[in-house]
């Protein structure tokens, strides 16, 4: 299983970008890299997924280089709302391997 | 839109009691999952399954059990519920093959063992 390593936590204001940098060293060939977003008292949710170069959807990007050891979510122009939990997930849901989540990166952002 | 339902928010139980939790989802999606949530460890896979009457192990399945008979319905089982047993369980789901890393989750159930 591919283990990742974020930042515990990081800081930010408002209508600041916001990198988020995960390494997973040991990523499998069949591995893809999926971020969520949890807030307090709720479940995560899916922010973006990709597997190689850069990925963009309406809410992030992601980016990935190419020996996929590590990787950014990119949050543009962050508000308060996004204080949250972000999880950087590596893994093949279509093998036997499981989607590890591990701690997260605890995002807060400030006025 | 998704909808991902879990039996119960809150729950205190005492210890050594059978306890079931259930989930239940509306979108056809093959695939379960059973998490569990506690501070400073993050989201932790109890069980997962593929498909109907399918489960496999997650990272943490001991005195855990689970049931899947129906497709939409995906029931955790505490055989005999332990103080340490106390926590937030996330249900979630999510389709097959590579749209699977999408998963939705429930609103989770603090479950509290006396």
């Known amino acids: 299983l591919a283990k990742t390593t974020q930042p515990i936590s990081m800081d930010s204001y408002e209508g600041q970008e916001v990198n988020i940098t995960c390494s997973h060293n040991n990523i499998a060939t069949n591995d893809y890299i999926t971020w969520y977003q949890q807030f307090p008292s709720q479940g995560p949710r899916f922010i973006i997924q990709?597997?190689?170069t850069k990925v963009t959807n309406e809410v992030a990007s992601l980016f990935i280089p190419a020996d996929r050891k590590s990787s950014t979510l990119s949050l543009p122009r962050v508000s308060l709302s996004d204080t949250a939990v972000y999880y950087c997930?590596?893994?093949?849901?279509?093998?036997?391997?499981?989607?590890?989540f591990g701690t997260g990166t605890r995002l807060q952002v400030f006025p | 839109d998704v909808k991902v339902t879990q039996s119960s928010r809150y729950l205190v139980k005492r210890t050594g009691e059978k306890v079931f939790l259930e989930c239940v989802q509306d979108?056809?999606?093959?695939?379960m999952f059973w998490y569990r949530q506690d501070p400073g460890l993050g989201l932790r896979l109890i069980y997962f399954s593929y498909d109907v009457k399918m489960k496999e192990k997650g990272d943490i399945p001991e005195g855990y059990s689970v049931s899947r008979e129906k497709k939409e319905r995906f029931s955790l089982i505490l055989e005999s519920a332990s103080t340490n047993q106390t926590s937030m369980y996330l249900c979630a789901s999510s389709q097959a093959g590579t749209s699977g890393y999408e998963q939705y989750f429930g609103p989770g159930t603090r479950l509290t063992v006396t």
């Open positions: 990709g597997y190689k």
């Open positions: 979108m056809d999606h093959e695939n």
């Open positions: 997930l590596v893994g093949d849901i279509r093998g036997t391997d499981k989607l590890i």
